[in-house]
């Protein structure tokens, strides 16, 4: 009865907040909250992203972010660990767990958090963001027509995604597929010299992701989210082709409607293609795309064919309808 009582309480508030929350804020809002209210185990993993792994020794007595990252990860390499245990207090249950862990992969065994053991398991939870992918499902993934009807296999993961976090500016590790990273590198660069600082807010977007953003839109705004947010299977994200981007001059605010009509907005229009880089869901494309105007989301597609859709100034939903006629 009591849980019963807490969990009224508990999604009262979440759905209070969720209503108090804009559009703008959703999605750093949905990956910290709503991912327990619809129950997906994904909320840690993007703790994880955001506080970039494991950073610090820990050892009992100690408590709080840290700790509870290192309880969500013997949770899920332990069974023995349930998730009642995860309370961000390091406790002699959380020495044990890191004792065990210890012991099984041959680690010199204390029971605390040193450096080989972070560096063990930093390793693989890296994994859950930059996943190892299957990329022979698609060995054209780079360039599939992806739309509201066209969709990516279930579970589909691309092949070689990297952490692009030290390489560009971003608040979070964020994956993106090897080959396109060095695109996104140039294209901040050439930005920089002229004045124009971006970062990149999202990435490569699991499924899981993607779906907990689209569930949690269609709360809130109803059959319009579909104009918003792509179904799972159906985004550009789950290519890890596929970047959101802010700016400065808009404190790096992300996937806001703030970025349109920015320097670095105008400069993305002239310059991104130049880059390989397109803007998906342009302004004057939305009965063709299917989605709201997106300033902020550009996809990689190759030098080539980015340069043909801007020359021909279409969309990419264009290109690849009139490519298949
Ligand atoms: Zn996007």
Redesign the pocket.
């Known amino acids: 009865m009591k849980n019963l009582f807490l969990s009224f309480i508990f999604l009262g508030v979440a759905v209070f907040a969720l209503l108090f929350f804009t559009f703008q804020n959703l999605n750093q809002f949905v990956t910290t909250q709503v991912a327990s209210i619809i129950g997906i185990d994904i909320n840690q993993v993007l703790d994880w992203s955001s506080q970039r792994g494991l950073n610090k020794n820990l050892t009992i007595g100690n408590s709080g972010r840290d700790v509870r990252l290192l309880q969500y990860a013997m949770n899920k390499v332990s069974p023995n660990f349930g998730s009642k245990n995860i309370t961000g207090s390091f406790d002699a249950k959380t020495a044990k767990a890191v004792s065990d862990f210890q012991k099984s992969n041959n680690l010199n065994v204390n029971g605390t958090l040193d450096s080989n053991t972070r560096t063990l398991l930093n390793d693989l939870y890296f994994k859950e963001l930059c996943p190892d992918g299957r990329g022979n499902i698609f060995p054209d993934e780079m360039t599939i027509h992806l739309n509201k009807s066209k969709s990516l296999p279930e579970d589909y993961i691309p092949s070689d995604l990297i952490d692009i976090s030290d390489s560009v500016k971003t608040f979070k590790i964020i994956c993106l597929k090897q080959d396109v990273a060095p695109f996104l590198k140039k294209m901040f660069d050439d930005a920089e010299d002229e004045g124009i600082n971006f970062a990149v807010t999202?990435g490569f977007?699991r499924p899981e992701v993607q779906s907990l953003l689209y569930k949690a839109l269609l709360f809130l705004k109803g059959e319009k989210a579909k104009y918003r947010v792509a179904e799972p299977l159906h985004?550009?994200?789950q290519l890890g082709t596929?970047?959101?981007l802010t700016e400065k001059s808009i404190n790096y605010l992300g996937?806001d409607s703030k970025f349109d009509g920015t320097v670095g907005d105008l400069w993305l229009k002239q310059n991104a293609y130049k880059y390989g880089f397109v803007l998906?869901y342009p302004r004057d494309k939305m009965f063709i795309t299917g989605y709201d105007y997106?300033p902020?989301?550009?996809r990689f597609l190759g030098l080539e064919i980015t340069k043909e859709i801007f020359d021909r100034d279409i969309s990419v939903e264009e290109y690849f309808g009139s490519s298949e006629n």
Do not use: N, V
């Open positions: 999202s977007r985004s550009e994200h596929t970047i959101d996937a998906s997106e902020w989301h550009y």
